[in-house]
């Protein structure tokens, strides 16, 4: 079926702090947002590109691609899972049934074409999400500041972006109540579907705080080489 990105992409940066959504920043002379949606432009498999925004964002039309023939808007939400949903509603209403969406970040501007590639090859009818194993040793904390168990870290992953689905079932994943929903394998397993790790790349950083532009500058240049 026809696939389409949706790219949520109406947050507001608080923990950035630079008074403007994180994705205008400008890394190597372009918006992080201008980066992430090039990468998925040239993705020739995406049919259209639907992009989350929020209505009082008067960025975005400055942006030479906000005109681009691939790509439309849809109104962005309260919270992240909002604006999934009205991406992939209408992924739906352009692709019917059969559409596949690619959930992507707009924050993450290094996300890898042949990453994307790996996700469509290792899908199967319960989608599929790049991610990474932890290499940290984990903790689960109790109510306070103390250790309430260590989990075994084999078997823990980080969640990355993109994440693959069959648009109907990511639609009908993300009907009601959307709290604690901050990516959309949650929203799948809780209907009980179990989507598949795919192993991605530690460049794929979600820019977040300040120092994460460095960082992004750093992997950029190692990705040019
Ligand atoms: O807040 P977080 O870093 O998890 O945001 C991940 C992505 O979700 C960002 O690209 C952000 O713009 C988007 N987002 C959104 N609508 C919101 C909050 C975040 O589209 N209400």
Redesign the pocket.
Same mark, same amino acid.
């Given at each position: 079926g026809p696939l389409y990105a949706v790219v +949520?992409? !109406?947050?507001i940066g608080e923990r950035m702090g630079a008074g403007f +959504?994180k994705?205008y920043l400008s890394l190597a002379g372009k918006t992080l947002a201008e980066h992430t949606l090039n990468r998925l432009l040239s993705f020739a498999p995406i049919d259209r590109v639907l992009v989350?925004v929020s209505v009082q964002d008067p960025w975005w039309p400055t942006l030479g691609v906000s005109t681009h023939s691939r790509i439309a808007t849809v109104s962005?939400?309260?919270?992240?899972a909002?604006?999934v949903r009205n991406g992939v509603t209408r992924a739906l209403e352009l692709g019917g049934e059969n559409a596949w969406v690619l959930v992507h970040?707009? !924050?993450r501007p290094l996300v890898r074409l042949s990453d994307i590639q790996n996700l469509l090859d290792q899908t199967d009818s319960q989608g599929a999400i790049l991610a990474l194993p932890v290499v940290d040793t984990i903790k689960q904390a109790d109510d306070g500041n103390h250790i309430a168990a260590t989990l075994d870290r084999d078997c823990i992953w980080r969640a990355l972006t993109p994440q693959l689905f069959p648009a109907r079932a990511l639609h009908d994943a993300l009907q009601g109540d959307l709290a604690g929903i901050?990516d959309e394998a949650s929203a799948m397993e809780r209907v009980g579907r179990r989507p598949a790790l795919v192993a991605g790349h530690s460049d794929n950083i979600?820019v977040?705080v300040p120092e994460d532009l460095a960082l992004a500058r750093f992997y950029l240049a190692c990705q040019l080489g």
């Amino acid at each position: 079926g026809p696939l389409y990105a949706v790219v +949520p992409a !109406a947050g507001i940066g608080e923990r950035m702090g630079a008074g403007f +959504p994180k994705q205008y920043l400008s890394l190597a002379g372009k918006t992080l947002a201008e980066h992430t949606l090039n990468r998925l432009l040239s993705f020739a498999p995406i049919d259209r590109v639907l992009v989350a925004v929020s209505v009082q964002d008067p960025w975005w039309p400055t942006l030479g691609v906000s005109t681009h023939s691939r790509i439309a808007t849809v109104s962005g939400g309260a919270a992240r899972a909002e604006s999934v949903r009205n991406g992939v509603t209408r992924a739906l209403e352009l692709g019917g049934e059969n559409a596949w969406v690619l959930v992507h970040d707009m !924050a993450r501007p290094l996300v890898r074409l042949s990453d994307i590639q790996n996700l469509l090859d290792q899908t199967d009818s319960q989608g599929a999400i790049l991610a990474l194993p932890v290499v940290d040793t984990i903790k689960q904390a109790d109510d306070g500041n103390h250790i309430a168990a260590t989990l075994d870290r084999d078997c823990i992953w980080r969640a990355l972006t993109p994440q693959l689905f069959p648009a109907r079932a990511l639609h009908d994943a993300l009907q009601g109540d959307l709290a604690g929903i901050t990516d959309e394998a949650s929203a799948m397993e809780r209907v009980g579907r179990r989507p598949a790790l795919v192993a991605g790349h530690s460049d794929n950083i979600k820019v977040t705080v300040p120092e994460d532009l460095a960082l992004a500058r750093f992997y950029l240049a190692c990705q040019l080489g």
